[in-house]
């Protein structure tokens, strides 16, 4: 996260909008908890495969744009895995 130019504190609060954000776009019904929770991981999830092609994001809205791809990734995938 050191990489995205944002602290902790940040990330939460980033990852919670960017978790609400794939919440409402991708029509699940997740909590605030899990909503931070997709947000930082889907952040991390979405740098890691857009570094691999080239694209990176910095600052706090490269942030929230990683973090709303990578949520969505995630809960796609979560979908998959469970057959909803």
Known sequence: MENAG?????AIIIGGIAGWLAK???NT???????IVLGIVGAAVASALMGLIGISFGGWIGY???GFIGAC???AIGRMVTGR
């Open 24 to 26: 409402q776009f991708m």
């Open 73 to 75: 990734i995630l809960i």
């Open 6 to 10: 944002v602290g902790w504190i940040a």
């Open 64 to 66: 929230l744009i990683a």
């Open 29 to 35: 019904d997740t909590g605030l908890v899990m909503n």
